[in-house]
């Protein structure tokens, strides 16, 4: 499994992040697919990361910092059906810890 940030927003590893986003979450309880891309596009405190298996995304998270306060927030994980409870999110939730950590973050909030 490969784990990383995805900065390349044409990508088909964006494109399935998205897939797995939109079908993981009532419509009442997530940002329009648009607002996503913008932030994304336009907020460098937002950050996409996905797990990978042979290539096709398994597992996605979207990570705003707040870097006046040096933490971040965990807005969204998700792992796709066929995946779940084989440590996928357990390990991409680790990757961000660890990434937050290289970055200088010291903490992560959940709501």
């Known amino acids: 499994m490969i784990l990383k940030e995805v900065q390349d927003f044409d990508s088909l590893e964006f494109k399935q992040s998205l897939n797995i986003y939109k079908s993981s979450f009532p419509p009442n ?30 597992g996605m998270s979207l ?6 306060l040096n933490i971040a927030f965990l807005d969204y994980i998700a792992v796709a059906p066929n995946h779940q409870r084989m440590g996928v999110g357990k ?21």
């Not at 990570?63 to 006046?68: A, D, M, N, V, W």
């Open 29 to 58: 309880e997530t940002r329009p697919t648009e607002n996503v891309i913008r932030m994304l596009n336009e907020d460098r405190d937002y950050h996409l990361f996905v797990a990978l298996d042979s290539k096709i995304v398994v």
């Open 91 to 111: 390990n991409l939730f680790r990757f961000m810890l660890q990434w937050c950590s290289i970055q200088h973050y010291s903490l992560i909030g959940l709501l």
């Open 63 to 68: 990570l705003y910092i707040f870097r006046s």
